[in-house]
Every structure is written in structure tokens, then in C-alpha cells.
């Protein structure tokens, strides 16, 4: 089975950004990591990463008709927080779908600790690093062979 992993605004520029809370792993890095982990247990992944809001509800809405994904993880970055349009995105597909953040977001500023994307997804998943994409691929996995 296959997982479509969305990276929205400024997860770019991992590895540069900010290394206290998100690390030293660029993006690239990152992905290679979690399609060499996954692989092991059977879901191959596709990567996208936009900082432009429409673009990701773009890449939202094909996952099935462009990518072939059985199943979606989002990091909408600082969108997670106040983007109604990607949410209503989240809400036009029918594959599982996980929040996912690097860090802990419940940890950080009040922002922080809204989502407006989490009421359209099957969970989130926070805090552990790129762990998070990996523990969200298991989770989509699990909802899918459950459904076999
Ligand atoms: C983030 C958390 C967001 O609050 C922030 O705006 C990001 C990254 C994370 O992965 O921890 O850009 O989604």
C-alpha cells in the first residue's frame, strides 16, 4: 500500500530552521529515512512539500487520482493552525488520513495548541521527530489492512 506524506510551509527548511525544535535533518533527508523505514513493513511513500496554501489542497484532493495513495499524513506546518480550506480538503477525501508535527505542539505557544485540520483526520500524532511520519504510515497501515 501506498501513503502520500504532505509537508506544507517552511518544513523546507529543515535542517536550517530553528535546529533547537526541529533538528538538523533536511527535509531530503528526512523523507529518504522514512521511504527506507517503511519500506520494511510493506507501504511505499510519496513526498510533497508546498508553502502555498492552495497547493496543498491541490495535493489534498489527488491522492488517489495523482499520487495512487491508499492513505494521506499532513504536516501543514503553521497552517495547521488557522487554514479552514485546507481542513475542508481533508474533509472531501475518503482515505485515512494523520496530522502529523515534529515537534509538540502542546509543549509551544497557545497557537500552537489549535488545530483546524484534526477534526478531519483519524488522529495526530506530535512530538516525536521525524517518528511521527513513520508512527502515522503504521497507523494508516493498520486502518487499511483492518479494512481488507
Ligand atoms: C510544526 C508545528 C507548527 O506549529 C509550525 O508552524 C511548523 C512545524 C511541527 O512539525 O512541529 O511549521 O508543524
Do not use: W
Amino acid at each position: 500500500m501506498k501513503v502520500l506524506i504532505i509537508n506544507g510551509p517552511n518544513l523546507n527548511m529543515l535542517g536550517a530552521r530553528e535546529k533547537e525544535i526541529y533538528g538538523e535533518t533536511t527535509l531530503a533527508d528526512m523523507n529518504a529515512e522514512i521511504a527506507k523505514e517503511m519500506l520494511a513493513y510493506g507501504i511505499e511513500t510519496v513526498f510533497y512539500q508546498s508553502n502555498i496554501e492552495g497547493e496543498i489542497c491541490g495535493a489534498v484532493q489527488q491522492v488517489k487520482s495523482t499520487y495512487g495513495a491508499d492513505g494521506l499524513v499532513i504536516n501543514a506546518g503553521a497552517y495547521t493552525h488557522y487554514s479552514r480550506a485546507i481542513g475542508d480538503a481533508l474533509g472531501c477525501i475518503k482515505v485515512p488520513k494523520v496530522e502529523v508535527h515534529i515537534s509538540n505542539v502542546h509543549a509551544r505557544e497557545d497557537f500552537r495548541h489549535v488545530s483546524v485540520l484534526a477534526d478531519n483526520c483519524n488522529g495526530v500524532i506530535c512530538g516525536f521527530g521525524s517518528d511521527s511520519y513513520k508512527l502515522a504510515c503504521l497507523a494508516i497501515k493498520g486502518i487499511y489492512d483492518r479494512a481488507k
